[in-house]
């Protein structure tokens, strides 16, 4: 092969071409993310407040004749409360890059580097969406999903030991996930007309449920619906391939490219930790967002025609950019791209984590 960086013909004789979009080998997908941070739900106040009932009046009584009837008043309500955090990353840009950019320009330096920024952004909310929180990240699903086992002892600033219904239901696998596993997880997280209606879990898990769900599917193979596959069987004398051609004796189909368990939606994120599956009533969530105030901060988006990256599409909600700034001492820009809120659940004891799973 030619190395032509090395040929001084063709480095003398041919201008070099760049192509036109920058391709991310970088971050991986969290489609949970995206959902949650693209239907954000409307921050209000100092804090949230969403009032549960955590006790029922038992002064109920039967009675016959004229006995007394009980007077005796009962607290059955608290709120739970949750504070708004938030979340920075820079955009900082060499000016002298920049006029380099501008005299011969086939990628907008600056818009590349702002969509760029935003997705790894996006990115590092996607970890904090599935880890306990400490400190000041935002609260995840772990937190929401938890009884306390993981180390979610409190919600919403209440103890779940004294409010027990702001637990969720929680099932250590500890091995081959099972479809007696899922109904009972299912069952577990559903009251009344509320069940879960998302499930989430990784890629290896997500190949588990397909290694479970294969023997009860029926194949059924047919001309009209399925032409096959051509099969190379070897080669002739002088080389050429001997290839039967589909649609002939040679069909069959499998693999699943969706999953769905009792009508519900499995997806798989690659956010989500080893071993865990999630089970969400997805009414019951919602990031509130806090948006921007400050006149100089503007809505910033994930896409650029520049991008080609997992996270290129045009998410906007809550995510605020400050313009750019011009440092004193360096000849350059900084921005900042910025969200607050939190992600809050408010019941839950419609959801169900299960963890530890290890095959099918």
């Known amino acids: 092969m030619a190395i032509y960086d090395q040929n001084t013909n063709v480095n003398t004789s041919t201008l ?9 080998t970088v971050l991986t997908f969290s ?4 959902y949650f941070l693209g239907n954000q739900k409307n921050w209000k106040g100092s804090l ?9 009046n038992t002064q109920g009584m039967n009675f016959q004749g004229l006995e007394k009837f009980s007077t005796t008043a009962t607290n059955n309500f608290i709120n739970m409360t949750f504070d708004p955090t938030g979340y920075e990353i820079n955009t900082v840009i060499s000016q002298m890059e920049v006029d380099v950019n501008d005299t011969n320009k086939v990628i907008d330096l600056v818009a590349r580097r702002l969509a760029s920024d935003a997705q790894d952004m996006a990115y590092d909310l ?3 969406f599935y880890t306990l929180q400490t400190g000041k990240t935002f609260l995840s699903l772990i937190d929401g999903c938890d009884s306390g086992t993981l180390g979610a002892t409190s919600y919403g600033g209440l103890l779940r030991a004294t409010y027990t219904g702001l637990a969720g239901n929680l099932t250590n696998v500890g091995g081959n996930i099972t479809l007696s596993t899922l109904r009972t997880m299912f069952n577990a ?6 069940s879960p209606d998302l499930i989430l879990t990784t890629k290896a898990v997500w190949e ?5 769900f294969t023997p009860t599917i029926s194949h059924q193979i047919t001309q009209q619906t399925l032409m096959g596959y051509p099969k190379f069987t070897g080669a002739s004398e002088n080389g050429t391939p001997n290839i039967v051609a589909p649609g002939t004796q040679l069909k069959g189909a499998m693999g699943f490219n969706s999953l769905m368990w009792g009508g519900v939606p499995v997806i798989a994120d690659e956010a989500v930790p080893a071993g865990y599956l999630f089970m969400l009533n997805t009414r019951s969530w919602g990031f509130y967002g806090l948006p921007s105030k400050h006149p100089n901060y503007k809505p910033v988006k994930f896409y650029s025609d520049t991008m080609d990256s997992v996270y290129n ?8 950019f400050s313009g750019f700034m011009d440092p004193i001492d360096q000849y350059g820009r900084v921005g900042h791209i910025i969200l607050a809120g939190n992600l809050i659940c408010d019941n839950p004891r419609l959801q169900a984590l299960g963890y530890g799973i290890t095959g099918a």
Not at 16 to 24: F, N, P, Y
Not at 189 to 194: E, Q, R
């Open 16 to 24: 070099e071409s760049l192509v036109a979009k920058t391709v991310d």
């Open 31 to 34: 489609p949970s993310t995206l």
């Open 48 to 56: 949230m407040r969403f009032p549960v009932k955590y006790a029922r």
């Open 126 to 128: 996607s970890g904090q």
């Open 189 to 194: 997280a559903t009251h009344g007309k509320d």
């Open 208 to 212: 588990f449920l397909e290694k479970l």
């Open 313 to 320: 599409i045009p998410v906007t909600s809550g995510f605020s």
